[in-house]
């Protein structure tokens, strides 16, 4: 934008955009858009938060970034450079590095704002800071790109939909444990196989057991089947003093695709109605492992076979050692590294090829183990536009929402008259049903025979409702608490997470009505919790939140009263998570798996710090 254009814009705005204080959260793709956008238009006073720093792969289109600025925080170089363009002399941008979970960032940090904005890539931050705008009263514009898609929509309390009354999809598939160890039957159990179970095994050096004993079926005398009782535990992984890279991935290849194909075959109750898997044999697949060369092969299109495989196993392996040495171990799965990428298409081929399971072109792989939608610059600053535009119409309505409306960027034409690229809907009135701008209940259903406090404060509370420090009450008698503890404080409370919920200090019994609240989002909320038997091949995460949840079916949508069970992807780790590698509805503003993992680094891991002119 030129600056004459920008004084237009200034100008349309009026007085109210300099005087207006704004709040931006993410300084990626979308933010470094929005922030440009913002100096333009006349905004003089802006705050802007970003946990992450700048990473090569986003210089392609985050334009507020050079290759020099790598490794700095992305919302510290975002206000230097964009103070680079024609701005007011007034402006006034101060940047925060850290989490917008954090503790500094409270409601009464939020209150001193007129309008927040988004631009996030994760629903858990997004849900937070939902949660927070509506108790500050603050609109927020709420957005996500996704492709060639994306959503820019207006949150305000009382006026409009918020940001969790309708149900949220995040996209990613889970697959059950039981069938990624133990009896995969599509190429994607094998990639997740390889992608979590394997790869974070041995270069990540956890200690994951690759077999689940626990499917060796009873035998008569109640005694499990043999030899899951005997099994020994998972061997560890790990290179020996003195023994070369090529015998250890040779170790590492008997370990998984022979010894542990055993131990899965002699568990004979899971290959009664199942074609039973075939161990592998290295030297009959490289029958040289010494003179074996360790390149990268070049074929990305075509699937390997099985000696091809076999063969790039043990180079990436070999490579991997040679390019980073100590640093196995301690690596993280990145599709764009060579190494990485190698290693789990072979090592989910090779798994397939146990399994009788078609094998996949390393280009596949890649596209499902990285969960690949590629971001586009372009749907950005279109989104970015719009954002602006919307944050205009608030201003200019004195903070009320009744100008605004939700706009979806279209892959096509769409639209009543077919000729629109973006396409907008008036606001949706908050939904009655929600939990969080509503006064909607909760109930989760689980066994209380079995569950622990951790299923319900971890799973139910934190992933499943995105509760950032939940305080658990029944009638005036404190369960659990959260947030701000001294060290004893946190023991105490890790320790009842051991506890059974009949247990004390829980004593829970089914329709026990219990309050939840969370003073970092100023959100409370009653909970029932039921008794009920899980299936868990259904309900792998245990427990099944539903009635008047926000993320279950809408009580307003049919199913009077009704509401199903809410799917089980909220983050478990006891599931084996994949991003589905098809395209989302831009009604769905949803992140990757890799995102949302990030976005739940502790607040402390990145000190916030603080920039400001
Ligand atoms: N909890 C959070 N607090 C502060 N910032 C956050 C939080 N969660 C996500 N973000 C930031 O939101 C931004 C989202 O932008 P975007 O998705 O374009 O970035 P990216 O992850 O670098 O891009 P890509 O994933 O496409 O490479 C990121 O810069 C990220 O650091
Ligand atoms: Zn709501």
């Known amino acids: 934008m030129s600056a004459t254009r920008a004084e237009h814009a200034k ?93 500094q960032f409270d409601l009464d940090y939020f209150k001193q704002f007129t309008i927040v904005l988004n631009a996030l890539d994760n629903i858990d931050a997004r849900r937070h800071v939902n949660r927070v705008c509506l108790a500050a009263g603050v609109p927020l514009v709420e957005s996500g790109t996704e492709g060639y898609l994306g959503q820019v929509t207006v949150i305000k309390k009382g006026e409009s939909e918020c940001y969790e009354c309708q149900p949220k999809s995040d996209n990613k598939k889970t697959y059950p444990i039981c069938t990624v160890r133990n009896h995969p039957d599509k190429p994607v159990h094998c990639i997740a196989w390889a992608k979590e179970l394997l790869f974070k095994k041995v270069f990540g050096g956890e200690e994951t057991d690759l077999v689940d004993n626990s499917e060796a079926a009873p035998a008569a005398d109640g005694a499990p089947e043999q030899p899951a009782a005997a099994a020994p535990p998972a061997p560890k992984l790990e290179l020996q003093p003195g023994e070369s890279a090529r015998h250890f991935a040779a170790r590492v290849f008997e370990a998984v695709f022979a010894a542990d194909v055993r131990r899965l075959l002699a568990m004979s109750s899971l290959w009664k109605e199942r074609a039973p898997p075939a161990p592998l044999e290295l030297a009959a697949l490289v029958p040289a ?4 060369p360790v390149d990268s092969p070049d074929e990305d299109q075509a699937a390997w076979s099985v000696a091809e495989s076999a063969a790039v196993f043990v180079g990436a392996l070999v490579r991997a050692f040679e390019l980073r040495g100590v640093r196995v171990g301690q690596l993280a799965f990145d599709k764009d590294d060579v190494e990485c990428l190698d290693f ?62 939700s706009a979806f960027l279209c892959r096509a034409l769409s639209g009543k008259r077919k000729d629109r690229m973006i396409v907008s809907t008036r606001l949706n009135p908050p939904a009655a049903h929600c939990f969080v701008c509503g006064s909607a209940s909760v109930t989760v259903q689980l066994d209380l025979r079995t569950a622990t406090g951790a299923l319900l404060v971890q799973e139910v509370l934190i992933k499943k409702l995105a509760f950032h420090q939940p305080n658990l009450t029944k ?86 009263g009704s509401a199903g069970p809410s799917g089980a992807n909220a983050g478990d780790d006891s599931d084996i998570e994949m991003l589905d590698s098809a395209p989302v509805p831009a009604s769905d503003s949803t992140p990757t798996a890799r995102k949302q993992a990030r976005s739940r680094r502790s607040p402390s891991a990145r000190a916030p710090r603080t920039a400001s002119n």
């Open 11 to 103: 100008a349309v705005a009026g007085s109210d955009v300099a005087s207006a204080k704004v709040l931006m959260v993410g300084a990626g793709g979308i933010g470094c858009e929005l922030i440009k956008n913002l100096v333009l238009c006349g905004f003089r006073d802006i705050e802007a938060i970003d946990l992450d720093t700048i990473d090569y792969s986003n210089l392609n289109r985050q334009f507020l970034f050079r290759a020099a600025h790598v490794n700095r925080p992305k919302v510290e170089v975002a206000r230097e450079t964009v103070l680079s363009f024609p701005h007011d002399a007034g402006t006034r941008i101060v940047a925060h590095h850290g989490n917008v979970k954090a503790a």
């Open 289 to 292: 492992l010494d003179a074996l």
């Open 344 to 405: 789990v298409t072979a090592a989910s081929n090779l798994r397939s090829a146990v399994f009788g399971i078609p094998a996949q072109s390393r280009f596949k792989v890649k596209e499902i183990a990285g969960n690949i939608i590629p971001a586009i610059a372009t749907t950005n600053a279109v989104i970015a536009g719009y954002i602006a535009i919307e944050a205009l119409k608030v201003l200019r309505a004195g903070g009320s929402t009744a100008q605004c409306a």
């Open 475 to 560: 009638g005036d008698r404190g369960l659990y608490e959260s947030g701000d503890l001294d060290e004893d404080e946190v023991a105490i409370e890790e320790a009842k997470l051991g506890k059974l919920l009949t247990e004390p200090p829980f004593s829970l019994r089914t329709g026990a009505m219990l309050n939840v609240s969370d003073q970092s989002q100023s959100l409370d909320c009653e909970l029932i919790v039921v008794h009920a038997e899980i299936d868990v091949e259904a309900h792998p995460l245990g427990f099944i939140v539903h009635g008047a949840d926000s993320i279950g079916v809408r009580r307003d949508a049919g199913g009077a």
